[in-house]
């Protein structure tokens, strides 16, 4: 038997899930925040926090851009009616957002990732993309070397 939950676990607004992978893989040039389509047992799991942003990307079909690889679990107290856990999820945007996504992405090295997953103040789920370009090791290092130093310095400012 599923466990119950309580009104007090539910998230009604705020953040869900958050790849903080992303800033340090990729140079993000621009962000974008997106709306999803989902079914109801989606909704459901996401109020609960069960989701992962860790391996998703955007790809394009038909004209469309669509969010794949994106882990949502399923549902514990469903009914008859559940979900794919890793299924493309469409993106919901304006056509000229939508264009320059699809033009930026035809560019050598481009990619779309998923940021932050949330519900805003209307508490509809929204989901925050970057559109950037994949880091060589050395720029990884460099950013490794410039987050240490900002914290040496706020560290030693403070004393």
Do not use: C, P
Not at 62 to 69: G, I, P, R, T, V
Not at 82 to 108: C, V
């Amino acid at each position: 038997m599923a466990k119950k939950s309580k009104k007090s676990d539910f998230i009604a607004f705020g953040t869900v899930a958050e790849n903080h992978r992303a800033r340090f893989d990729y140079n993000i040039n621009e962000t974008f925040t997106a709306g999803l389509v989902l079914f109801g047992t989606e909704v459901k799991s996401l109020r609960l926090g069960h989701a992962n942003i860790r391996d998703a990307y955007g790809i394009i079909e038909k004209d469309e851009l669509y969010m794949s690889n994106m882990f949502i679990a399923a549902y514990d107290n469903q009914g008859y009616a559940s979900h794919a856990e890793r299924r493309n999820r469409k993106l919901l945007l304006n056509r000229r957002e939508i264009i320059k996504i699809i033009n930026a992405l035809s560019r050598k090295g481009s990619t779309l990732v998923a940021l932050k997953l949330f519900f805003d103040s209307h508490g509809r789920a929204k989901l925050e993309i970057g559109l950037g370009t994949g880091k060589k090791l050395y720029d990884k290092r460099e950013t490794v070397k410039e987050r240490d130093w900002n914290r040496e310095k706020a560290r030693l400012m403070s004393h």
